[in-house]
């Protein structure tokens, strides 16, 4: 083979580049702070499409007083808000200071054991709708002290609760909408489902 074939043409090679006119200045992005959690908390956080699901069994939209208990990072809230509920008619409780300093942008909140706040207002205050993620070691006590705020609150439609529960929570007056996959809530091993106690008077 010809040497020339490997030799530099005596003219230098450029590539023309058209400069395009027109472009915006782009946006800085942002990223969110994570938010960590300790495991004591039993802060296990709803996957956006069960909070989705969850707001939907509380019923038709309306200006009811809802209460969000124990409200970790504000998945349920968030919900809330996204199917357009006013921040305005939401009450969200939530005990670890981290965590509720967290969920002042979706509403007021109490920074408070929830059980030791349901037991001063009970017989003073009624809540039409109530959806909660309780801690799952001690589900039982946290919604034998929510049932007690259920209430119509002047409201025709009946009272709601709607909760996400392990699957070995029973209970005379709910009804199973779902039984969720095992990979829910994966770090915590228990298997879960979603329950609607509904009080009509």
């Given at each position: 083979?010809?040497?020339?074939?490997?030799?530099?043409p005596?003219?230098?090679?450029?590539?023309?580049?058209?400069?395009?006119?027109?472009?915006?200045?782009?946006?800085?992005?942002?990223?969110?702070?994570?938010?960590?959690?300790?495991?004591?908390?039993?802060c296990?956080?709803t996957?956006?499409?069960?909070?989705?699901?969850?707001?939907?069994?509380?019923?038709?939209e309306?200006?009811?007083?809802?209460?969000?208990?124990?409200?970790?990072?504000?998945?349920?809230?968030?919900?809330?808000?996204a199917?357009?509920?006013?921040?305005?008619?939401?009450?969200?409780i939530?005990?670890?200071?981290?965590l509720?300093?967290?969920?002042?942008?979706?509403?007021?909140?109490?920074?408070?054991?929830?059980?030791?706040?349901?037991?001063?207002?009970?017989?003073?205050?009624?809540?039409?709708?109530?959806?909660?993620?309780?801690?799952?070691?001690?589900?039982?006590?946290?919604?034998?002290?929510?049932?007690?705020?259920?209430?119509?609150?002047?409201?025709?439609?009946?009272?709601?609760?709607?909760?996400?529960?392990?699957?070995?929570?029973a209970?005379?007056?709910?009804?199973t909408?779902?039984?969720?996959?095992?990979?829910?809530?994966?770090?915590?091993?228990?298997n879960?489902?979603?329950?609607?106690?509904?009080?009509?008077n």
């Open positions: 083979m010809k040497r020339a074939v490997y030799a530099r005596e003219k230098p090679m450029r590539i023309s580049v058209k400069r395009r006119e027109g472009f915006g200045k782009l946006e800085p992005i942002q990223v969110l702070e994570p938010v960590i959690v300790d495991k004591v908390t039993e296990h956080v996957p956006d499409d069960v909070a989705s699901r969850m707001v939907a069994y509380l019923g038709p309306g200006d009811f007083l809802t209460l969000e208990p124990s409200a970790g990072t504000g998945q349920l809230s968030k919900a809330l808000l199917s357009g509920h006013s921040p305005h008619e939401l009450t969200q939530e005990r670890h200071t981290k509720a300093s967290g969920l002042r942008r979706f509403g007021p909140v109490i920074n408070r054991c929830f059980v030791e706040w349901a037991a001063e207002v009970t017989g003073r205050v009624e809540y039409p709708r109530i959806i909660m993620n309780p801690p799952f070691s001690e589900v039982r006590k946290h919604v034998a002290a929510a049932l007690p705020l259920l209430g119509r609150g002047g409201h025709e439609e009946p009272a709601v609760l709607v909760a996400l529960v392990p699957i070995t929570f209970h005379s007056d709910a009804e909408l779902e039984v969720l996959p095992a990979y829910t809530f994966a770090t915590a091993k228990v879960t489902k979603i329950i609607r106690i509904t009080k009509p």
